[in-house]
């Protein structure tokens, strides 16, 4: 097969939950543990820090893996969604999985599929411990694709665990209070192994402390070491922040120059250092150099996307993929800081979502361009506008998301703010963030 073919194959005849959502999750390991087992237990060949999380587990993940780089180890990074390439799932070094050894493997093992019939994240993951320990990785960063007891990653026995932001998404499948969600990310603390949590919330912190004595792993949350804070708002354009970082063990204060400028991300950041700490008392070299450069430097470094992008200025064209009620709240609260005369905000989501609870988060004055990314899972672009109506968010529908960033870009004047978001999947269809 072509690499064109072997995609059509995968996304045809693996349930795929990116398209389909939860028809296409399968909850429990046993997939993944006889993939593995095939596969002669590739999991078992290299060295990993697993993120799971509801929000900030993407951004952590590429924080670390930048981090690591600098400091120059040759570092595995599995993330997911992909936004336009499914390479950009699995990297080495920040350089996406060659699409022949995409090809050639699933041309070796397609009967191996074909027996025990896994999910598209099932073999996604198996693809990658492959690819990890075939190139011999001196770490990989995991990040979880969904919940985290029951994820297909979830067969690692990493070096550390980080768990971020624990927030409402989805609750289908994970459980319709925050300490029950908390308890399926809680699932990837393995015994023994030190567990880290980015961010202290009074709600969830139980549940980590709990799961952490049952399996006796050592637990540390990462705000209470380190305490970060904006050093001075950044420019509206900006391509990255100053965060000022106090060590409460140290009372050293430092100021880090982030490469992702989101709010949220200096809660990020707690976790994402007490994490390389770890790393260094066992055993890995991490100057603080390499932190301050992989921090700074991270979109070079592993080519992340998406994360409150700057596309385009006159007017200020934004895209995040921020998408569910947390990181709506971020997104707003950052846009109305943002001078201009007019928010044109285009906006789609899937519909899995509770998608009321996030559009009664979105500003009245704000004109809205509504689409649907080009998935089944989409909900359709009239639907939205009608629940939008209905909590008097006005616009137009567009349909495609190409269709309603022309529109919106063609409407803004050049001290406006266009921003687009509301679904990884409309961010993936962004044209200008390739």
Known sequence: MTYPETLAYLYDQLPMFQRVG????????????ALAEALGHPERQF???????????GSSSNLLAAALQAAGY?????????????????????QDLDPDYLVQWVAKWRPLFEQ???????????????????????I??????????????????????????ISFDHQNLLGDTLPLIAAEKAGIIKPGVPAIVSQTQAEVQAVFEHKAREVGAPLQFADARYQTALAQPPAPDAETQLLTVTNSRTAEVQTLEVGLVGDYQRLNVPGVLAVLDELRRQGFTIPETAVQQGLRDVRRLTGFRGRWTILGRQPLLICDTGHN???????????????????HFV??????????????????????YFCQANIPRALPATELAERAAALGLHGAVYGPVPAAVAAARAAAAPDDVVFIGGS??????IEELY
């Open 116 to 138: 025990i019939q896994p999910s598209f994240f099932e073999m996604c993951v198996a693809l990658a411990y492959s690819y990890f320990a075939e190139q011999q990785v001196d």
């Open 325 to 343: 009620e947390a990181g709506i709240r971020f997104i707003t609260a950052q846009l109305a800081r943002l001078p201009y005369r007019q928010l």
């Open 74 to 94: 040759k570092v595995g990074l599995y993330t997911s969604p992909h936004l336009r390439e499914f390479t950009e799932r699995i990297k080495l070094n920040g």
């Open 140 to 165: 990989a960063v995991v990040e979880v694709g969904l919940g985290g007891r029951l994820d297909s990653t979830n067969i690692i026995t990493p070096l550390v665990s980080l768990i971020t932001n």
């Open 424 to 429: 990884t999947f409309v961010v993936a269809e």
């Open 47 to 57: 060295k990993a820090v697993h993120v799971a999380g509801t929000n900030g587990k």
């Open 22 to 33: 939860a028809a296409g999750f399968k909850a429990g390991l046993g997939n993944t543990l």
């Open 347 to 368: 906006l789609g989501t899937v519909n899995d979502k509770d998608v009321t609870k996030m559009l009664a988060l979105l500003p009245t004055a704000a004109t809205y």
